[in-house]
């Protein structure tokens, strides 16, 4: 199975929605609080083509597996970024392709300019966060920016 990196097209919006309400519902993470709801799910494209923004998805014979990026914090300083909706399917968890985008995502952040990287996420997703603390995120006290995120039970930042 050949799987593709690249930047997200405008097509790839119904396929990144269903992934992350896919992989959210599995989780049981659904409702008020939770990205899940955010408008961004469905207009990813256009949210992530932003300056300051990019997203990535992954696809094997053109089917989308997952995908992940990054942008401003919303309420944070200009030199912060967010790694925002990185979710994958079962079929590619396991591969070492979270470990590759998230190196992506963060190369990409500092070509940009930031300096500072923020996550938020929860305790059930503990893949990802086993990935985070190997990127050496380091645990927050509470979250930072205004996300609308407050289900949210986990915090990370780093310098980048």
């Not at 989780?27 to 949210?47: K, N």
């Not at 995908?67 to 030199?79: C, I, M, R, T, V």
């Not at 990127?135 to 920016?145: I, K, S």
């Amino acid at each position: 199975m050949t799987i593709t990196l690249r930047p997200i097209g405008s097509a790839d919006n119904p396929a990144m929605a269903r992934i992350i309400r896919e992989v959210m519902t599995s989780y049981g993470l659904v409702g008020e609080g939770y990205s899940i709801m955010d408008p961004e799910v469905d207009h990813l494209y256009e949210t992530y083509t932003r300056p300051g923004a990019k997203y990535w998805v992954l696809e094997t014979d053109e089917q989308i597996l997952g995908g992940g990026g990054y942008g401003p914090l919303a309420g944070g300083e200009p030199h912060q970024c967010e790694v925002k909706k990185m979710y994958f399917l079962p079929a590619l968890r396991g591969q070492g392709w979270g470990r590759r985008l998230l190196e992506q995502i963060l190369t990409e952040a500092v070509a940009y300019g930031y300096r500072y990287a923020y996550i938020e996420t929860v305790h059930q997703l503990h893949e990802a966060n086993q990935l985070y603390k190997k990127f050496a995120f380091q645990p927050l006290a509470g979250p930072l920016g205004r996300t609308g995120h407050g289900a949210c039970d986990v915090w990370y930042g780093r310098n980048l």
